[in-house]
């Protein structure tokens, strides 16, 4: 996953050059020029400055691309794909250096602030982040990388998100067990990275985005509920229906739910249930894989291969997800 982040610091543009130009932390064939050459970059920088009269003010911007330390991605292809994303803001003179000197491999682009063709400054706005973070997940996707997932909000979520939030929710109120909702995500062709010791859940896409259950802003599909759900036997328990009827409550002010009001709600009724009443996995993740296609599909269950899952007009209108 690369993920993309603009830089504020206030060194001098020669001292961020030289860091970016370490040899110590990269070699000369991670070392590119955009509209300049990496060698001359401050004296061609400072030279547009002068030529627009634009000297004073923010003199560059510092944009860090870093790639997921499991991303099978070598230095080469980083770079490459380091030199396209600078070529995304036309007009601007930029010197990308990739550093492979930490556990994970990042390109540091150092960007004039001035436009070489206009003379007009760079201004950096939310959508012009949001955009520029679209360009880096479509390389990404261009070479196979997993993406980052773009920053939403309720009322602003994408398309393979609202997918994502409808096809789980669906999911979640058709099974009984953690390893079921696992298994029959992954049989859409979505991954579930749902770890001991890990504060979220984390979905991954049949084409490559990246989401935590917070960015669903459902809390019917929070970590802590859903395994408090569960817990109670999923949609045998007899609180299965107040668990799909329940309301998520937006906070329209910061944009997301703390998934409080549905946490106590199912905790509170588990809290009543004997331990020996509360729900064990029906299956162990070896013999879900045993079940067979046709088992499945009797259950109701619609058996796709991973990667190719594509969910259909029907499963796409369907009505029922509460927020």
């Known amino acids: 996953m690369a993920i993309v982040k603009f830089i504020v610091s206030g060194s001098p543009l020669k001292i961020v050059l030289n860091y970016i130009m370490d ?54 292809i980083a770079h490459e794909i380091g030199v396209q994303l600078a070529e995304y803001f036309k007009g601007y003179q930029i010197v990308i250096a990739t550093h492979v000197d930490k556990g994970h491999i990042h390109n540091h682009l150092v960007m004039n602030s001035v436009n070489y063709q206009t003379g007009k400054k760079f201004h950096q706005t939310r959508e012009d982040m949001l955009r520029v973070k679209a360009y880096s997940n479509k390389l990404c996707r261009e070479y196979g990388i997993s993406q980052t997932e773009e920053k939403s909000d309720y009322n602003g979520m994408p398309q393979w998100k609202c997918d994502l939030r409808n096809l789980a929710y669906r999911v979640a109120c058709r099974t009984a067990t953690r390893e079921e909702f696992i298994f029959q995500m992954e049989m859409h062709g979505y991954g579930v990275d749902w770890r001991e010791g890990h504060k979220y859940i984390t979905f991954t896409t049949p084409d490559g985005h990246k989401c935590r259950d917070s960015k669903l802003f459902a809390e019917q599909l929070l970590r802590q ?37 549905l946490f106590d709600l199912l905790t509170n009724a588990l809290a009543l249930l004997p331990p020996e009443q509360r729900q064990q996995p029906k299956y162990t993740p070896a013999e879900c894989d045993k079940l067979t296609v046709m088992e ?28």
């Open 23 to 76: 040899k110590r932390k990269t070699d000369d064939l991670l070392i590119s020029g955009v509209q300049c050459s990496p060698e001359t970059a401050l004296d061609e920088f400072n030279f547009v400055k002068r030529k627009f009269k634009k000297e004073d003010g923010r003199q560059y911007y510092h944009i860090v691309q870093s790639f997921s330390p499991e991303d099978d991605i070598t230095p080469e």
């Open 225 to 261: 509920n859903l395994e408090a759900y569960y817990a109670m036997g999923g949609c045998e328990s007899p609180m299965a229906k107040q668990y799909q009827e329940y309301v998520t409550n937006i906070d329209t002010k910061v944009g997301y739910t703390t998934g409080h009001g």
């Open 296 to 323: 499945l599909e009797q259950a109701g269950i619609l058996v796709k291969p991973r990667g190719m899952a594509q969910q259909t007009e029907d499963e796409n209108n369907e009505q029922g997800f509460y927020l």
